[in-house]
């Protein structure tokens, strides 16, 4: 499992619809992705500031997707007859898990987390890129994957943006650039001189990035699946359906020859409602988490009757 760093920069498209304020100067002024390049290695980076979302952005614009990127995403979707590996990257805070603000190590399961994380496991090549800090990293999966720590292919975390330390701990908008995990899983192949070390390389064929920010996936906007961001009050219903539909949504994907193809013309819809078959899989889990709690329930009462006895 490897987790050494790749520089990478943060910034976001432009919004006409609104207004950003300059963090240094406080004056205000729209952001463009048209101003300079995208390197943020220097120690002080321009950032504004946008109110409503508590969120630093640079000002400095990032590349543009790549002509090869929009040809190969163009193309027509082709279902296989057999199923491929695909490489599945994954959130943590607000996609798999609701991390407390007042209190960090209070940590809540997306529902269906186990479901979702056993199907990736038995079918796909799975690593994590979190924009939180390593030891918030940790705290999530300690949490939430067990002994599937040691089967993720690599663990990335607030490091690998390479931020300037002036916006280590700020909240800056970080993307996930995609090509970074190419480079680097095809560099270690080559340099393991082992063509079996992976069965085949990954690219936008065969990568699905996971994450509730559809912001950090516009480099390759159709190999990402943005989902409804697992707030405290999703937390709190216990409602959440999400990781099902994403799930039953994979199960197709693993069948497609493209999938930034399929993904084009046929997108995560985090939006729609539950299907018959995803409904039917929410009853029956239900139905089994009742059964489990009033056999948890008899089996306290027995305890306590025997105790009583004794």
Known sequence: MSSSPHPHSASTKEDNSS?????SSSS?????IDEGDTDLTSSSTP????EATGTFYPTNGIRPMTPSYMRIASQEPVTLKTPQKLLVILDLNGTLFYRS??????????????????????????????????????????????????????????????LPP??????????????????????????????????????????????????KVQLQPHNGLALQDFDKDLASAGTDH????????LEKLVYQQNVSAYIRLHPFDSNAPLDKDEAKEV????????????????????????KSTV
């Not at 207004?19 to 963090?23: A, I």
């Not at 209190?103 to 939180?132: E, G, I, Q, Y």
């Not at 192949?189 to 690219?203: I, L, S, T, V, W």
């Not at 008899?298 to 306590?304: E, G, T």
């Open 19 to 23: 207004t950003w304020t300059n963090y």
């Open 28 to 32: 205000s002024m729209p952001l463009s």
């Open 47 to 50: 950032v504004y500031y946008d």
């Open 101 to 162: 603000k007042n209190n960090k190590s209070n940590v809540t399961a997306r529902p269906h987390l186990t479901p979702f994380l056993d199907f990736l496991f038995a079918n796909c090549r799975v690593m994590v890129w979190s924009s939180a800090q390593p030891h918030s990293v940790k705290t999530m999966l300690s949490f939430g994957f067990g002994d599937r720590i040691s089967k993720l292919d690599r663990v990335w975390s607030r490091e690998h943006f390479h």
């Open 166 to 215: 002036s916006d280590y701990s700020k909240k800056v908008l970080t993307i996930k650039d995609l090509e970074f995990v190419w480079d680097e899983i095809k560099n270690e192949n080559r340099a393991a001189g082992d063509p079996e070390m992976y069965e085949f390389e990954f690219d936008q064929t065969n990568t699905v990035l996971i994450d509730d920010s559809a912001a």
């Open 242 to 249: 999400e990781l099902l539909k994403v799930r039953r949504y």
């Open 283 to 306: 009853k029956e889990t239900k139905e089994t988490e009742g059964d489990n709690a009033h056999g948890k329930e008899l089996d306290d009462l027995a305890r306590r009757l025997e």
